[in-house]
């Protein structure tokens, strides 16, 4: 299996490659060459580890099998549950719970393995890596926390200053690793993704500081988020919709990959809350970026979604030029209209748009109902989900303790902290910087591996 980019200028380049290189050197994304199949029904062994496996060999040429499933199981023994993805079915409503990995976010499931993934390639070329990332929140924690400590690796996470929960915040200064960098830049999540995605346009300082990224840029992030889309309907053992809550269009990306693997996934339900781009766009094939709103679910404070760019690339037939001329648009315009497409991505996709009142509402009567607690983006995808009326696996996509403000706000009571979150205190680490390209890459100057 060979790698290339959306935009044309990068292509033939093996997996490792790709994982270092992060976003491609000529702007756009990396997609695998050809989509692999895979059908369900093949899986003898139906445990998250082996479907992880039987995944990755498919897209990984370039490590040997043996290191594959050793670098998996590294990944996910230290969840806090045996099954890393269980499943809850509530009535028609079946919940995937993502949330068990050392962060208590979906997204320990992509960067235990690409923290580990980092630190194998890096150990076997003798190189050195400083991993750059934006965050609106549970990213850069996971991310933290899988690089913490690793041999030749340094990590900069920007994210929005008052613009995170208090915990999501806590999980990313409050560590003593001299490796990890969270830097609060005075302006929005999408202001954050902006620097990192100018920096890493620049190939000369990207070459030179040994840059790589750890956003769902980074092809390793979607291929981790492939396999509990297969162990959730192995687990149903039926076609079903999946409803993903998403702010940047990774998450559901994974699904629409696992669909084009050979899972048959009827449809995939795109759940926003009021930062709604995403829902414009599925609903009237209006990609127009507005101002980010501050809303109860900060993980989905986004506008304009770094993934958006791969889906593009396979609504139009993998036509790369194509891709480019719309990105270029897309920079100079703010935006893109797809109404020659509506009918494609409503095949697609079905998209509901979540008030912060309607999040507060679903916490209440999902534990009135089934005395379960759900998160302020899980609430979304139950939304969602339930306007859909049909049978639904909705993935949880955090951990309610993390929003402790929000669900005491929609309960009346608190929420009890997992030990590893009560035990959060003080910002060890932290550092505030400029809201400027030029401010981060000194700082990266400062403080990088070279």
């Known amino acids: 299996m060979f790698y290339k980019s959306t935009r044309c200028g990068v292509d033939k380049i093996s997996f490792k490659d790709a994982i270092m290189m992060g976003l491609a050197t000529d702007g756009g994304l990396i997609v695998p060459e050809y989509v692999p199949k895979l059908s369900p029904h093949d899986l003898k062994k139906q445990d998250f580890k082996s479907i992880a496996f039987e995944i990755f060999k498919l897209y990984i040429g370039d490590i040997r099998e043996d290191k594959i499933y050793e670098l998996i199981d590294k990944s996910y023994s230290a969840f806090d549950d045996s099954e890393i993805t269980p499943l809850k079915q509530f009535d028609d409503l079946y919940i995937l719970e993502l949330f068990y990995g050392p962060t208590y976010a979906f997204k320990d499931i992509a960067l235990q393995f690409l923290g580990n993934l980092f630190e194998y390639i890096l150990d076997e070329s003798n190189q050195t890596l400083n991993v750059l990332g934006a965050t609106s929140g549970d990213t850069g924690s996971a991310a933290i926390y899988g690089l913490k400590g690793k041999k030749n690796v340094k990590v900069f996470i920007l994210y929005p200053k008052n613009g995170v929960s208090p915990t999501q915040e806590l999980q990313m200064c409050d560590i003593e690793d001299e490796n990890v960098f969270p830097i609060a830049i005075n302006g929005t999540f999408d202001d954050c993704q902006n620097i990192i995605k100018e920096i890493f346009k620049d190939n000369a300082f990207k070459e030179k500081y040994h840059l790589g990224s750890i956003n769902s840029i980074n092809f390793a992030r979607i291929l981790a988020q492939i396999v509990y889309y297969y162990y959730a309907f192995l687990k149903v053992g039926k076609n079903v919709l999946f409803s993903v809550p998403t702010g940047n269009f990774g998450d559901i990306f994974a699904g629409y990959l696992a669909k084009l693997m050979g899972l048959p996934v009827e449809k995939l339900i795109l759940a926003t809350n009021e930062n709604d781009v995403l829902y414009r766009f599925v609903r009237f094939g209006d990609y127009s970026k507005q101002n980010v709103k501050k809303t109860l679910s900060p993980s989905m404070d986004i506008q304009l979604a770094s993934n958006f760019e791969r889906y593009i690339y396979y609504l139009y037939n993998q036509d790369c030029n194509k891709v480019k001329d719309l990105m270029s648009q897309l920079n100079k315009n703010g935006k893109l209209i ?100 030029k401010a981060i890459k000194h700082f990266i100057e400062l403080n990088a591996n070279v």
Do not use: W
């Open 338 to 437: 797809f109404t020659d497409k509506l009918s494609q991505i409503q095949n697609e996709f079905s998209s509901y748009r979540v008030s912060d009142l309607m999040i507060l509402q679903t916490i209440r009567d999902f534990y009135e109902k089934y005395n379960y607690i759900i998160d302020p983006h899980t609430a979304c995808g139950v939304k969602a989900a339930f306007s859909e009326g049909k049978q639904v696996v909705c993935l949880a996509t955090a951990h309610p303790a993390k929003f402790s403000e929000v669900i005491e706000n929609a309960l009346g009571f608190k929420i009890d902290l997992p030990e590893k979150l009560a035990k959060l205190k003080t910002k060890k680490r932290s550092f505030e910087q400029e809201n400027s390209i």
